[in-house]
């Protein structure tokens, strides 16, 4: 058994500081070598130390135990924390107790002497042990019907909806029938999102036991009597990895590879991820016990915060102020891993398959909101955004920003009489659209996207005067980050006119201006070239023959008045002609 605190006392990870929570775990390997218990504790760590949560709840200790505790052990552990709570006032435990009767007993008698019992998963042995009359006891459990569908919605994706061919099905069932739902609502999903597309079971069972070995005997066996089986839906990563090695051995290595494989728990990071980069599992669920901030620990403090401040001493007193509480299990979001993260992503903030409400529409220019976007659902994303409905989305607090820059401007030609110049540019554009997030543990990257698929500016050069301006002489895709952050780049040729002003010549200066401006009113989208990503100005890369040109030019530069001075010519911003000292300098 292995503790970890602060400053211990008597008894080891039991701390000086009072009224603490308590984080135990019954996994010791998966809490110890693949950091479990650090994630717990700084999700923990996190999550308390918010602002709206009182003293009682303020601190806390994380203690590791074996899953094959002793019941005399596991009392040693509960037993400080027991004589804590009475000396000190008010404790709480948070537990992952698994299936373990010896955790549950000594879990049990901590709530029945006044301790708040919190559990992640749901589990009836508890319900034996307590008095919901008199103690304290809340689980809290990962939506699996919400979850288990974006999984079918994944598989859709994934199998196509123009694909003709049946979807033939194995399915593999744990001991734990409370489990059959990331199953069966797999398949509700798929069906939900592709109604056109045959999907039948083929193969289906309740395997005796958790390990991935029951999981490859029984597929190796399912492969051996029909081969033409699609995919294969687990309700555990550990079953995920076994049909893996199953198809691996009775497949050849083409056809192993096309088969699609569900797995679930996500709990072993390091061992399911290989699988999931190599596309051999096309999807497991994270419930998000070891991401701070989110899941259950958005919750948790919360909950903390309501025992604390409304005295409740028993789950009747929750539940009677929670009324949409079901039974005592508070459900939270967990998410969905794909193996193809990008394809995933851009299929959810687009809205297909019936993700989103609706479907994204690029035509609507993105408003602004206060929150920060980069961990919410998308399905939360409408309700965010619905009081700017109500406003009419009007007014400063409501313009579009888009933040523009300007770079690589190649001046070919400049014409002094006829007030004209001609250049090419790129046109670097950054913008926030709250629509286009996604949890960055999902996926902690960027997508790139075609203009046509996403809103973006509408930009006209004011000062052109070419019959046919090349706005798309070039352009990128639209970069998009998680957070919703946008960045556009466009390429643009033209004839620009300048009013060219010639006295004092030779000492003349031009000041010629590039007048970039948008078609959209001025109180919904706003240009700004002065703050953001590109404050930091532009630079001029290539003027005509007989030309010189400056260094970069700083964003604050126009409207300056005056020649710079002869020391300072090659410092300046702008394009000089070598034979005189005319001055050429374009701003924005």
């Given at each position: 058994m292995r503790r970890v605190g602060h400053r211990p006392v008597s008894v080891p990870g039991i701390t000086e500081c009072e009224r603490r929570i308590y984080l135990t775990d019954t996994d010791l390997p998966r809490c110890a070598e693949d950091g479990y218990q650090v994630a717990l504790a700084e999700a923990a760590a996190h999550s308390i130390s918010s602002?709206?949560?009182?003293?009682?709840?303020?601190?806390f200790t994380c203690i590791d135990h074996d899953p094959f505790e002793s019941q005399t052990n596991m009392d040693a552990i509960v037993d400080p924390i027991i004589a804590r709570h009475s000396a000190s006032g008010r404790m709480a435990i948070v537990s992952y107790p698994g299936f373990r009767h010896t955790v549950h007993m000594a879990l049990a008698r901590a709530a029945r002497e006044g301790v708040a019992v919190l559990q992640f998963e749901s589990n009836e042995l508890i319900r034996y042990l307590v008095d919901f009359n008199q103690d304290l006891v809340l689980q809290f459990t990962s939506n699996e019907f919400t979850l288990s569908s974006l999984v079918g919605t994944e598989l859709c994706r994934r199998w196509g909806r123009d694909n003709t061919k049946p979807l033939r099905l194995a399915a593999l069932y744990s001991p734990d029938k409370k489990q059959d739902i990331r199953i069966n609502g797999t398949i509700t999903g798929f069906q939900n999102s592709c109604p056109e597309r045959y999907v039948t079971v083929v193969f289906e069972t309740r395997l005796a036991g958790f390990t991935r070995s029951l999981a490859q005997t029984y597929m190796e066996n399912a492969l051996l009597v029909d081969d033409s089986i699609s995919g294969v839906l687990t309700t555990s990563d550990a079953f995920a990895i076994g049909t893996v090695a199953a198809a691996d051995a009775m497949l050849v290595p083409d056809r192993a590879r096309t088969l699609y494989i569900s797995g679930w728990g996500h709990t072993d990071k390091a061992e399911i991820t290989p699988y999931l980069f190599a596309d051999?599992?096309?999807?497991?669920?994270?419930?998000?016990?070891?991401?701070?901030?989110?899941?259950a620990w958005s919750s948790i403090p919360k909950v903390l915060d309501l025992i604390s401040s409304?005295?409740?001493?028993a789950t009747t007193?929750?539940?009677?102020a929670l009324p949409n509480l079901r039974d005592i299990a508070l459900s939270f979001s967990g998410a969905v891993i794909p193996s193809d993260k990008e394809g995933h992503v851009i299929d959810a903030v687009l809205g297909r398959h019936g993700v989103l409400d609706s479907a994204y529409n690029p035509e609507v220019r993105p408003l602004p909101v206060s929150a920060d976007f980069r961990d919410v659902y998308p399905s939360r994303r409408r309700e965010l955004q619905a009081p700017c409905s109500l406003q009419h989305c009007t007014g400063p607090d409501w313009r579009t920003?888009?933040?523009v820059g300007l770079n690589e401007v190649v001046v070919q030609e400049i014409d002094v009489p006829a007030n004209t110049f001609q250049a090419t540019f790129w046109i670097y554009l950054q913008w926030k659209d709250a629509r286009l997030t996604w949890p960055s543990y999902v996926y902690n990257g960027t997508i790139q996207l075609s203009k046509e698929r996403v809103w973006t500016p509408e930009l006209?050069?004011?000062n052109h005067l070419s019959e046919v301006m090349e706005r798309e002489a070039g352009e990128t895709l639209v970069t998009v980050e998680s957070n919703g952050w946008a960045t556009w780049s466009q390429k643009i040729t033209g004839e620009f006119d300048c009013e060219m002003r010639i006295e004092p010549y030779p000492f003349d200066i031009h000041t010629c201006y590039l007048n970039l401006s948008t078609e959209a009113a001025a109180d919904k989208v706003v240009l700004d070239a002065t703050t953001g990503v590109y404050a930091r100005g532009w630079n001029i890369s290539a003027v005509p023959e007989g030309f010189k040109y400056a260094k970069d030019c700083p964003s604050s530069y126009a409207g300056d008045e005056g020649l710079p001075a002869e020391s300072d010519l090659a410092d300046s911003c702008g394009v000089y002609e070598e034979s005189d000292s005319t001055f050429f300098r374009p701003s924005t």
């Open positions: 602002a709206t949560i009182i003293s009682n709840f303020s601190s051999r599992v096309f999807a497991t669920v994270d419930d998000l016990s070891t991401t701070d901030n989110v899941g409304n005295q409740w001493t007193d929750v539940q009677a920003v888009v933040y006209f050069m004011q």
